[in-house]
């Protein structure tokens, strides 16, 4: 069965730091997302794009989060700097069609931590 | 405001004994609700959603869910728990302005002992 890859699934990083996070979606997939979830609470949309333009980043704190999607494929959500308050599970996931039709597949996710 | 409420941080349940995971939702224009389940350190999986139709939508190992539109609820269910079937439960509601976004409920962590 086809899956949405991620690396790492886990990162520690010092606060000031950068961190990238790399997401590959499955084959034929145009709409990749890029959702945040803190422990204890649901995931919540940062970045949405189809093929390689962003759809929706409203959510997306752009001082320091920045995402891109290269030709349109795999994709690259990073922080800089770092803060205390990004700990948190950073999933991906893909769609082939509308999430009414197809629905999402999400991948293992990255476990970050900020110390 | 659209959003959904998952009222019962956990719910605990004896293997063999039916189960029910609670779910209420606020959206405008019609809803459309899924149910994804998340093993740890591990994504989340789709279960059954409900776009149209049958109120009672059945979906992977075993789980339905029942629309009911009135209570604007949703809630998961199973007929029979299996120890397997731990893990954390997360509604989430298509969003009405980006209908490619979901908005998922704080989640529930479902615990069946044996």
């Known amino acids: 069965e086809a899956e949405v890859a991620q690396s790492p699934r886990y990162k520690i990083t010092e606060k000031s730091q950068a961190v990238a996070f790399w997401c590959d979606p499955i084959s034929g997939h145009a709409t990749l997302y890029w959702y945040r979830q803190i422990l204890g609470q649901g995931p919540e949309l940062l970045v949405q794009?189809?093929?390689?333009?962003?759809?929706?980043d409203s959510q997306l704190p752009k001082d320091r989060f920045s995402a891109e999607r290269l030709k349109g494929v795999d994709s690259t959500l990073k922080i800089q700097p770092a803060e205390l308050g990004d700990s948190a599970m950073y999933l991906c996931?893909?769609?082939?069609?509308?999430?009414?039709?197809?629905?999402?597949?999400f991948g293992s996710g990255t476990r970050l931590t900020v110390v | 405001a659209q959003s959904v409420a998952q009222p019962e941080d956990q719910v605990n349940v004896a293997e063999g004994n039916p189960l029910t995971v609670k779910c209420t939702y606020s959206?405008?224009?019609?809803?459309?609700l899924f149910w994804y389940v998340q093993y740890p350190n591990r994504g989340l999986q789709f279960l059954l959603k409900y776009i149209t139709g049958d109120n009672l939508v059945k979906g992977s190992y075993g789980f339905e869910a029942e629309f009911n539109k009135s209570q604007t609820s949703f809630h998961l269910k199973k007929p029979s728990a299996l120890v397997s079937d731990s893990a954390l439960y997360f509604c989430a509601v298509r969003d009405s302005f980006n209908t490619d976004k979901l908005i998922f409920g704080t989640g529930t962590r479902l615990q069946v002992f044996p």
């Open positions: 996931a893909s769609s082939l069609a509308t999430v009414s039709r197809s629905g999402y597949t």
């Open positions: 794009f189809q093929d390689e333009s962003v759809v929706d």
């Open positions: 959206v405008s224009g019609n809803p459309y």
